[in-house]
Protein backbone atom coordinates (compact mmCIF):
# COMPACT_ATOMS: atom_id res chain seq x y z
CA UNK A 1 0.00 0.00 0.00
CA UNK A 2 1.53 2.82 -1.48
CA UNK A 3 0.27 5.57 0.36
CA UNK A 4 -3.05 6.24 2.50
CA UNK A 5 -6.17 7.96 0.84
CA UNK A 6 -8.58 10.23 2.85
CA UNK A 7 -12.10 9.19 3.67
CA UNK A 8 -14.15 10.92 1.35
CA UNK A 9 -17.31 9.23 2.39
CA UNK A 10 -17.73 11.74 5.73
CA UNK A 11 -16.85 15.02 3.53
CA UNK A 12 -20.45 15.70 1.94
CA UNK A 13 -22.48 15.00 5.07
CA UNK A 14 -19.87 17.70 6.81
CA UNK A 15 -20.17 19.82 3.59
CA UNK A 16 -24.24 19.92 3.50
CA UNK A 17 -24.43 22.65 5.39
CA UNK A 18 -22.49 25.65 6.38
CA UNK A 19 -20.16 25.08 9.55
CA UNK A 20 -21.54 26.87 12.82
CA UNK A 21 -18.22 29.11 13.19
CA UNK A 22 -19.36 31.88 11.06
CA UNK A 23 -22.48 31.71 11.67
CA UNK A 24 -21.88 32.43 15.38
CA UNK A 25 -19.24 34.93 14.16
CA UNK A 26 -22.00 36.88 12.20
CA UNK A 27 -25.03 36.68 15.19
CA UNK A 28 -21.65 37.85 17.68
CA UNK A 29 -20.50 41.04 15.32
CA UNK A 30 -24.01 41.72 14.56
CA UNK A 31 -24.54 42.05 18.68
CA UNK A 32 -20.92 43.98 19.03
CA UNK A 33 -22.25 46.58 16.43
CA UNK A 34 -25.30 47.15 18.38
CA UNK A 35 -24.38 46.93 21.92
CA UNK A 36 -20.46 47.77 21.37
CA UNK A 37 -17.40 45.81 23.02
CA UNK A 38 -17.73 46.89 26.21
CA UNK A 39 -20.88 46.98 28.70
CA UNK A 40 -21.35 48.17 32.65
CA UNK A 41 -21.96 45.36 34.92
CA UNK A 42 -23.97 45.30 38.09
CA UNK A 43 -21.40 46.38 39.77
CA UNK A 44 -20.37 49.32 37.92
CA UNK A 45 -17.82 48.23 36.44
CA UNK A 46 -17.15 48.43 32.61
CA UNK A 47 -16.24 45.01 31.16
CA UNK A 48 -15.95 43.16 28.61
CA UNK A 49 -19.00 42.00 25.91
CA UNK A 50 -18.85 37.84 25.82
CA UNK A 51 -19.96 38.17 22.28
CA UNK A 52 -16.47 39.67 21.80
CA UNK A 53 -14.84 36.25 23.59
CA UNK A 54 -17.11 33.73 21.19
CA UNK A 55 -16.15 35.47 17.97
CA UNK A 56 -12.64 35.21 19.23
CA UNK A 57 -13.13 31.78 19.60
CA UNK A 58 -15.02 31.06 16.63
CA UNK A 59 -12.53 32.25 14.51
CA UNK A 60 -9.98 30.08 15.51
CA UNK A 61 -12.63 27.54 14.95
CA UNK A 62 -12.59 28.53 11.43
CA UNK A 63 -9.36 28.97 11.12
CA UNK A 64 -8.45 25.15 11.99
CA UNK A 65 -11.32 23.92 9.81
CA UNK A 66 -10.25 25.85 6.82
CA UNK A 67 -6.36 24.75 7.55
CA UNK A 68 -7.70 20.88 8.11
CA UNK A 69 -10.09 21.39 4.88
CA UNK A 70 -6.93 22.91 2.90
CA UNK A 71 -8.20 25.66 2.14
CA UNK A 72 -5.71 28.16 3.48
CA UNK A 73 -2.61 28.83 0.89
CA UNK A 74 -0.24 27.54 3.25
CA UNK A 75 -2.11 24.05 4.35
CA UNK A 76 -2.47 23.16 0.65
CA UNK A 77 1.14 23.59 0.42
CA UNK A 78 1.39 20.93 3.50
CA UNK A 79 -1.41 18.86 2.65
CA UNK A 80 -1.51 16.90 -0.55
CA UNK A 81 -4.49 14.45 0.89
CA UNK A 82 -2.41 11.12 1.13
CA UNK A 83 -1.45 11.34 -2.45
CA UNK A 84 2.17 10.73 -3.25
CA UNK A 85 4.40 12.06 -6.71
CA UNK A 86 3.86 8.93 -8.35
CA UNK A 87 0.10 8.55 -6.66
CA UNK A 88 -1.40 8.28 -11.17
CA UNK A 89 -1.97 4.76 -10.98
CA UNK A 90 -3.73 2.35 -8.16
CA UNK A 91 -2.53 -0.88 -6.96
CA UNK A 92 -3.19 -2.95 -10.30
CA UNK A 93 -0.86 -0.44 -12.18
CA UNK A 94 -4.68 0.79 -14.31
CA UNK A 95 -4.14 4.65 -15.10
CA UNK A 96 -7.16 6.11 -13.31
Do not use: H, W
Amino acid sequence: MRGRKPNITALPGALDRPPPAPARIRECEAVIQKQGLTYVSPTGESKRRPESTLAKENIEVARRLAAELGITPASRSKNKGGATEDDNEDEFGVDI
